[in-house]
């Protein structure tokens, strides 16, 4: 696992703990509004490679003080060695959310049936028929449908994400994804900000009064809608 960076205190990866996030390279999307870009797009080789070993030393060390563990990205279900690095994770006793945007479907159920990871938090970029524009890659979204379908489905404890860029979302848009996540249990509808680091600049946010007019539309999908950022 490429580890670029390690926020060694972060209070807003979860609702009620305190925890830690991890930062992988690599990326199989190309979301325009991405914020990560060094994490998603540049050579690995520019950065300082933060070591595994040094994470695990610190988790010990913080045992205790700090309850909770995001593996974050990037998209961390590309790295071969994500299992192993969860399970050693584990033995010290952390919590672990997994962010992803669920083009792994079997390795995301793998690691949930497993019990290396206790909360997913996926990000749900549109309506199935807008995906390929939103995610910037022409790619089979099958996959992204399956870890959809298996979450609503499941007993396992996970939040559906979509950050609203109003070049990629509409009325309609969202409606179909609310046909996409019916009777899901929660959805984060987050702000976009334009900031240096996005791979397309000139990308617009979407209103709060908007924002909250597809909270409403969403909420009879879904049954608990917030907004984030706003």
């Known amino acids: 696992m490429r580890i670029l960076g390690f926020e060694k205190l972060s209070l807003v990866d979860f609702n009620d703990k305190i925890g830690c996030t991890i930062f992988v390279h690599g990326c199989n999307f190309r979301c325009p509004f991405c914020h990560n870009y060094d994490l998603v797009c540049s050579n690995p080789l520019d950065f300082e490679e933060i070591s595994f070993t040094s994470i695990l030393e610190y988790l010990r060390f913080r045992k205790g003080k700090i309850e909770a563990v995001c593996v974050t990205g990037g998209e961390p279900t590309l790295n071969y060695d994500l299992k192993e690095k969860l399970a050693e994770i584990k033995k010290i006793g952390y919590y672990i959310k997994l962010d992803t945007n669920g083009s792994n479907y079997l390795l995301v159920r793998e690691l949930l049936e497993k019990g290396l990871v206790d909360y997913v938090a996926m990000d749900v970029k549109n309506s199935l028929q807008m995906y390929k524009e939103t995610i910037g890659k022409d790619i089979n979204v099958s996959e992204c449908k399956k870890t959809i379908d298996f979450l609503i489905n499941s007993s396992y404890d996970y939040e559906f994400r979509t ?68």
Not at 186 to 203: I, M, P, T
């Open 163 to 230: 950050t609203l860029v109003d070049e990629f979302h509409s009325y309609e848009s969202i409606r179909e994804m609310g046909e996409l996540i019916k009777g899901a249990k929660r959805l984060y509808l987050q702000k976009f900000v334009q900031s240096e680091n996005c791979l397309q600049s000139n990308l617009s946010e979407v209103s709060h009064d908007k924002a909250n007019e597809y909270k409403k539309i969403l909420s009879e999908y879904v049954k608990d809608v917030y907004l984030r950022g706003y």
